[in-house]
C-alpha cells in the first residue's frame, strides 16, 4: 500500500481584493446602461397590403427569370391580402 502525502499552500492575501465588489457592481451598471442606450425601438407592424406589395415587388424582380415562380408569388400575395385584411 502506497502513501501520498499532499502538502496545501495556505493562501495569500485576502479572499476578495478591496473594492472588488463596488468596482463589479459599477460595471455591471454602466453594462445595463450602454445596453439600454443601444435598444431599438421595436419595428412597425406592417399592414397585410404593404405586406403584399412587397411581396408583388419581389415578383416583378423574379418575372424575367422564372415567370411561373413570380405568377406562384403573385398569387400568394393576393391570397394573403384577402384573409388579413378582411379580418
Known sequence: MTTIRLQVAPRVGPANPRGARLGAAVFV?????LEW???????R??????????VREMAQGWQRADPR???????????HERLHDAG
Open 29 to 33: 451598471a454602466l453594462w445595463r446602461a
Open 69 to 79: 415562380f413570380a405568377a406562384e408569388l403573385y398569387a400568394a400575395a393576393d391570397r
Open 45 to 54: 407592424v406592417k399592414s397585410a397590403a404593404e405586406e403584399a406589395q412587397e
Open 37 to 43: 442606450l443601444g435598444r431599438r425601438a421595436p419595428p
